[in-house]
């Protein structure tokens, strides 16, 4: 409970402060009643602690101030004093307090004031849950409140007359059992040893008993004996079950502790009946069931469509590398060509090498056993002649000039063999189903190694690459999602045209822009072009499914796709990406 105290001596503020905390309240201290104030209507607190005599505003203030708040719980006041005079203790109630504590005091008296504060909130709270439910009987309520306060007035005035008083006291309580009466709700008052002292009406009826066999029963053994089973509802509740009727109803009930003692004088229990609540929080219960049941159906039922779509993803993956097939192996044939004639080649050229170096053995083998001398002299010039003109025969000088080309038109042949495996290894592979950081330009590169064959024959490919980020994505399939647009852009150019390609960051992203000066895309048909299985190729030239593949899997990334065309002037698909994507639980 939030308690707030007014002290102007500051060990006294903290002792206090301490020893509420001590029995696990929360405090707001104040050096004095304006401050108190403040704190007041800044907080929820139901309990003030202030003492009498104080700078600024005095105790009595405050009290007033917070009574004529108006607030829509009661606050629960103590005054704290010196002064011991009944008077003064007249004049703190008048003034709105509910108790005082005069100085010295010790803890204890203290915490038992504070504990009867509290019991008086909670059955102010008590009162005001009931008052709520009982909207119906506001009128009647509200007209024994006039005359019970009629006759408060009324004794006041006659205070010297003890039998009217006695008479009223009784009339009081009659019309307060009348009222009890009138409720729908059962209420029974047990003693400390769990005996029935009184009850309403609506119990006295629901037990089939009259009003002398009830009172000083048992009250567990009554409800037995009426067969209501017993469960816990919640941490201040019983459930209840009325076995014969098949009805529903919520125990409640508020110990009331008398004198600052610990022990229980006596407990209000109210019974009420929640049969429509309690059966549609078993419907409820049962449509959570069905829903739960319905949501793994669904989580399995997504895992399969997970599965299924990419089956589908990687089958026109491979269905485009069938349609490629040809156009690669034509790629690999052209280096293959020119690496087989360059053999052949080099095969020549290492003959006549091998037959001029055999020349050379033999003449410097015969140089090595006979010194120049004027007999053999013109001999070894013959010799030196056959070799001069057998150089000239093979043509050495262009030999040796044409070899390292040879060689490095060789070495490039291989390395666009090598580049094209592996580019098609990289796309035809199932691909990771890790997400990993990838330069966008190079993907554009890869697969246009891929689908070269497709290209070069009908357009030009003006390549427009930016400075760009690396994004997270799955590499593989962007290079499908390339490979598509391109090929297309391809097949839409008939005769001769260009195809540009421009990358770009943008505010966060990276845009990927492929144009072609093709035939364009009538405006009707634009809507319908990333739909499944939509195609305008004849039949066998497309499976209707690559722009729809593209559009999921950039959809998978985050991200976007667009296409603008014109018909007789070409199409433009724009896709843009995140840089990093966003996690999903």
């Known amino acids: 409970?939030?308690?707030?105290?007014?002290?102007?001596?500051?060990?006294?503020?903290?002792?206090?402060?301490?020893?509420?905390?001590?029995?696990?309240?929360?405090?707001?201290?104040?050096?004095?009643?304006?401050?108190?104030?403040?704190?007041?209507?800044?907080?929820?607190?139901?309990?003030?602690?202030?003492?009498?005599?104080?700078?600024?505003?005095?105790?009595?203030?405050?009290?007033?101030?917070?009574?004529?708040?108006?607030?829509?719980?009661?606050?629960?006041?103590?005054?704290?004093?010196?002064?011991?005079?009944?008077?003064?203790?007249?004049?703190?109630?008048?003034?709105?307090?509910?108790?005082?504590?005069?100085?010295?005091?010790?803890?204890?008296?203290?915490?038992?004031?504070?504990?009867?504060?509290?019991?008086?909130?909670?059955?102010?709270?008590?009162?005001?849950?009931?008052?709520?439910?009982?909207?119906?009987?506001?009128?009647?309520?509200?007209?024994?409140?006039?005359?019970?306060?009629?006759?408060?007035?009324?004794?006041?005035?006659?205070?010297?007359?003890?039998?009217?008083?006695?008479?009223?006291?009784?009339?009081?309580?009659?019309?307060?059992?009348?009222?009890?009466?009138?409720?729908?709700?059962?209420?029974?008052?047990?003693?400390?040893?769990?005996?029935?002292?009184?009850?309403?009406?609506?119990?006295?009826?629901?037990?089939?008993?009259?009003?002398?066999?009830?009172?000083?029963?048992?009250?567990?053994?009554?409800?037995?004996?009426?067969?209501?089973?017993?469960?816990?509802?919640?941490?201040?509740?019983?459930?209840?079950?009325?076995?014969?009727?098949?009805?529903?109803?919520?125990?409640?009930?508020?110990?009331?502790?008398?004198?600052?003692?610990?022990?229980?004088?006596?407990t209000v229990i109210t019974i009420s009946e929640n049969t429509d609540l309690k059966l549609f929080s078993q419907e409820l219960q049962a449509k959570n069931k069905e829903i739960e049941e319905n949501e793994k159906a669904l989580e399995k039922a997504y895992a399969e469509l997970k599965s299924t779509q990419a089956k589908i993803i990687h089958s026109e993956k491979m269905a485009s590398i069938g349609q490629l097939a040809a156009g690669v192996a034509h790629e690999i044939n052209n280096p293959t060509?020119?690496?087989?004639?360059?053999?052949?080649?080099?095969?020549?050229?290492?003959?006549?090498?091998?037959?001029?170096?055999?020349?050379?053995?033999?003449?410097?083998?015969?140089?090595?056993?006979?010194m120049i001398t004027a007999e053999n002299q013109t001999e070894i010039f013959e010799k030196m002649g056959h070799m001069a003109k057998l150089e000239k025969e093979i043509d050495l000088d262009f030999i040796l000039e044409d070899t390292p080309k040879l060689i490095k038109e060789c070495q490039e042949g291989a390395r666009r063999i090598k580049q094209i495996v592996f580019d098609l290894k990289d796309f035809a592979h199932p691909g990771d189903q890790e997400l990993k950081y990838a330069d966008i330009n190079k993907i554009l590169d890869s697969t246009l190694n891929i689908v070269w064959n497709e290209i070069k024959y009908k357009a030009t490919v003006d390549k427009n690459y930016g400075d760009l980020p690396d994004v997270q994505c799955y590499p593989q399939q962007l290079n499908q999602v390339f490979m598509n647009v391109l090929v297309n852009a391809a097949q839409a150019i008939e005769k001769e045209g260009k195809i540009t390609i421009a990358t770009r960051a943008l505010n966060g992203r990276v845009e990927i822009a492929i144009s072609d000066t093709g035939v364009g895309i009538p405006k009707e048909n634009i809507p319908k072009i990333f739909d499944p299985f939509y195609t305008t190729k004849d039949v066998g030239k497309g499976t209707g499914l690559g722009l729809n593949v593209a559009y999921n899997i950039i959809k998978k990334h985050q991200g976007s796709i667009y296409v603008n065309s014109e018909v007789g002037k070409g199409t433009t698909f724009t896709v843009r990406l995140k840089i990093e994507l966003e996690m999903e639980n």
């Open 337 to 370: 060509g020119f690496i087989s004639s360059n053999l052949n080649t080099l095969e020549d050229y290492e003959k006549d090498l091998t037959s001029l170096i055999n020349c050379y053995k033999a003449f410097f083998s015969e140089f090595k056993k006979d």
């Open 1 to 266: 409970m939030e308690i707030i105290i007014a002290e102007d001596e500051l060990i006294s503020r903290n002792l206090l402060q301490k020893i509420i905390e001590n029995f696990g309240h929360t405090v707001f201290p104040a050096e004095n009643g304006l401050k108190a104030w403040e704190l007041f209507q800044k907080t929820d607190a139901r309990m003030v602690i202030t003492d009498w005599l104080m700078p600024e505003m005095d105790g009595l203030d405050l009290c007033r101030k917070i009574r004529e708040a108006n607030t829509p719980y009661y606050v629960y006041i103590i005054i704290v004093t010196a002064k011991g005079q009944r008077e003064d203790s007249v004049k703190g109630l008048e003034a709105g307090a509910d108790d005082y504590i005069v100085k010295p005091y010790n803890p204890e008296e203290l915490i038992a004031h504070i504990r009867s504060g509290q019991r008086i909130i909670q059955l102010e709270e008590a009162s005001s849950k009931d008052i709520e439910r009982r909207k119906k009987l506001e009128e009647s309520l509200r007209k024994k409140t006039a005359d019970l306060e009629r006759a408060q007035k009324q004794l006041l005035k006659k205070h010297e007359d003890l039998k009217a008083l006695l008479t009223k006291i009784e009339k009081a309580k009659k019309e307060w059992e009348s009222t009890m009466d009138c409720i729908g709700e059962m209420v029974i008052v047990i003693d400390d040893a769990g005996k029935i002292q009184r009850c309403n009406r609506a119990f006295k009826d629901f037990a089939e008993r009259p009003y002398n066999k009830i009172k000083g029963e048992e009250w567990k053994d009554l409800l037995h004996d009426v067969e209501m089973l017993t469960s816990p509802h919640n941490e201040n509740s019983i459930e209840l079950y009325h076995k014969p009727t098949g009805r529903w109803f919520v125990m409640n009930n508020y110990p009331y502790q008398e004198g600052g003692s610990n022990l229980i004088s006596w």
